[in-house]
Each structure stands twice: as C-alpha cells, then as structure tokens.
C-alpha cells in the first residue's frame, strides 16, 4: 500500500537557484523518508498570508522561509520559537496538525561551526560585517554562545543599522563602524580588524554571480588577517571566497558558508523529522553541484 509523500518546500520571491531542494531531498532518499522538498516564489509579500494559509490548509508539513520574506511571515504564524523571537525573523515553519510554529535555524546554523573556535573567542573583540538578517543572528549566536569582549559591526549606513541594532548597541554589546574606512585606509577601524579575534562577513559580497565576486569586504593587502584569528564568511559559493583565501593565506583560520548553510538545514530538518541529517554525506553533492553550476 503506498503512502502520500510529505510536503516540504522553500517559500521566497525568484529563488530557483536555491540548493536546499538538493540538500533535503537528498538527506530525504539517504535516510528512505518519503517525502520531497520543493519551491514556493511568492510573488510580492502581499501573498505571503495566503501562501501560509494554502500551507495550513493543504498540509504541507514544513517549509524554509528566505528573504524578503523572514519577518513578513512572522504575522501569518501561530507560535514562535524562542529564537525566532529574539531575532523577529522567521526561516522554518513546522506545521503540526494545522498548527504552525516559526523558528530560526539561523542562529545555531551560525554557531555549529564556530564551536570548536569559542575558547578563541571568548572575552576577544569581534568584528561582523553587515546588518541584515544573516548578520542579526550571527550577532544573537555571538551574544549566547561566544562571548567576545566588544562586537563591532561595520556597515554601509549607520543610521539603518543604528535602528535595527538598537537593543545590542543599548546594552553596550555593538559598536557601529563605516565600511568605507577600511577601504580608505583610516587607522584606527584597520586596527579594529587586526586586533579582532574573529571577522565575520554576513554579507553577500563575494558571491559567485555578482559584479563584485572577486572583490572582498575586508582590503586583502592590509595586513588584517594573522595567525590566532579565525575568519567567517557566511558566502557559500563559490567556497574559497576572495575573503576566505587572503585569510588563509596569511595563516588565519577560515570557516567557509557551505558550513552554515548545511547546519542550519540540519536543524530545520530535524525540527521537521525528528532525524539527524546525514550532514557528510551531503556536503560533497552540494560541493559539487556548486562546481557544475560555475562551469556552466
């Protein structure tokens, strides 16, 4: 007697590209649950409550949100998680009965792979690059499980960055910095990234596809990158960044995105199954599908 698959999908706006139909469906076949992982592109966020409710209402047990839609979705949930709360932004659904509940993966996907790196960390300055969603909750994984001394957050415009950073910055956590300083060679923010203990990049420059994919968000030829620090690039692709090569090069540790993004879909995965996704078996399919994708 056969059995209706389980629905799974990503709801966002023109995200065919995505690799999470790869990396859950294969964990999916790995581990013989039926069940299979799709795209929902949501046209404008105007949708996005009538997508929620077609998910309650089909039973569709799971779905990955990404931009524009993390915080939109949050309105159209019956519960949040902690950490969904924490951050106000939302990157799995798990629908039980009808009942549908909003988590981050995000934050303990960033932390996973930063683990081994925390005695390094803690109570070191830290540098983070960017301020969107990606970078709110490398900044909340940061404040929970690292502890570094100070967090200085470079950006391209403080007064947005002011807003969305306030409760860290009014808890002394944050310090904001100009991204244009670095570039124009201004002491005391090269200092700041020399003498950090850990430079995290949440942004996408640096991405395969983009007018600046061989650029990096930190000057290589600075002398910033030295033996002790550890360098975090949230960009997965290609997996030697820009960033992530200069660093190594100078005797820097490196943690590539590919990292992030299979620890963070593991603990979606295992909020839906209940499984451990078989995270090593998956990570040189994805490896390679993002080879033939730069071949192309």
Known sequence: MSHAKLIYGLIGRAVDYSLSPLIHNTAFSLLGIEACYTIFNIASEEEVPVAVNGMRALGIAGCNVTIPYKVTVVPSLDALSDDARSIGAVNTIVNENGRLTGHNTDIAGFAAPLMPHKTAILGRPAVLFGNGGAALAAIEALTRHFSPSSLTVFVRDPVTAQERLLPYIKRGFVQLARQDDLFRGQESAMKTCRDAALIVNATPKGTYGRPDSGESIVPTD?????NGQTVYDMVYNP????LLAAAKAAG???????AMLLAQAARSFHL???????????????LHELQLLRSR
Do not use: C, K, N, Q
Request: hydrophobic letters at 35%; glycine letters at 12%; zero cysteines.
């Open 252 to 258: 820097a540790g490196t943690i590539p995105g590919i």
């Open 239 to 242: 997996e030697h960044t820009p």
């Open 222 to 226: 600075a002398g910033l990158f030295h």
């Open 272 to 286: 839906w199954t209940g499984h451990e996704m078989p995270s090593r078996d998956i990570e040189p399919i994805v």
